[in-house]
């Protein structure tokens, strides 16, 4: 009777624990890429996010950075898969993803979807901090003089370049990066040309274009900062 209680018990734990890890990965990604550094995998989750929504970032572990997708259902994922392909939006390599792959989330900062679905792993050792609670000072609390708010912290200039270190930078930039600035230019009205990531007369001349439209020199050539400056008003 104990060896049959036994039995019983052991399926009984082998089968929540499959429910549990299917519940975890009834919703799914569709991860794009995977870079090698933080750096790297931050500038391609911004590209990607230029063009495609619900862009989301997360540790891979073994300093690998992982771009997916989602979260979605598996049979909208598949969907988007096929349509992402189909229009080159996504590497032919792209593939459904399951939760569990995914450690901490990077991108977008202060986003954290893994805590929300209950499915980020606690790093190994790591004790669980309590907020501390919070008192209310003794007294007359009328009679306490306001405390002046804490000045804002002052923005951090992004150090600009030559035209010969803007060509540079640009040098460096992939084929897909370089349509999505020529997606930008064209939802910003300055471009009509062709999505082909070629930049010739029409796209330098849209550069130029929008140069001059946000006070900038116009010399055809984004710099580093510029490009950047032209997808955030592209995001937002």
């Not at 459904?96 to 977008?108: K, V």
């Not at 009679?143 to 640009?170: F, G, H, I, L, N």
Request: charge should be negative; charged fraction near 20%.
């Amino acid at each position: 009777m104990i060896r049959l209680w036994a039995a019983v018990s052991l399926i009984m734990a082998i089968w929540c624990g499959a429910a549990t890890a299917q519940s975890a990965d009834a919703r799914v990604w569709i991860q794009v890429e995977a870079q090698p550094s933080l750096t790297a995998a931050t500038d391609r989750a911004r590209a990607f996010a230029a063009v495609l929504p619900d862009v989301n970032g997360f540790s891979l572990g073994g300093g690998w950075y992982g771009i997916a997708l989602g979260p979605y259902e598996r049979a909208e994922a598949d969907r988007l898969l096929r349509d992402y392909r189909s229009s080159r939006l996504v590497p032919g390599d792209s593939f459904i993803a399951f939760t569990r792959a995914y450690r901490s989330q990077f991108w977008p900062a202060g986003t954290d979807l893994l805590a929300d679905t209950g499915t980020r792993p606690a790093p190994s050792g790591a004790a669980v901090t309590q907020p501390e609670p919070t008192t209310e000072p003794e007294g007359d609390t009328a009679e306490q003089e306001p405390q002046a708010p804490a000045p804002a912290p002052e923005p951090v200039a992004v150090a600009d370049e030559t035209p010969r270190e803007a060509r540079a930078s640009e040098a460096r930039l992939t084929r897909d990066e370089k349509r999505l600035l020529q997606v930008a230019l064209k939802w910003a009205g300055f471009y009509n040309g062709a999505i082909d990531g070629a930049y010739g007369r029409g796209t330098r001349g849209a550069m130029a274009a929008w140069q001059e439209a946000n006070n900038h020199e116009a010399t055809g050539i984004l710099t580093t900062a510029q490009r950047a400056e032209l997808l955030g008003q592209y995001n937002a």
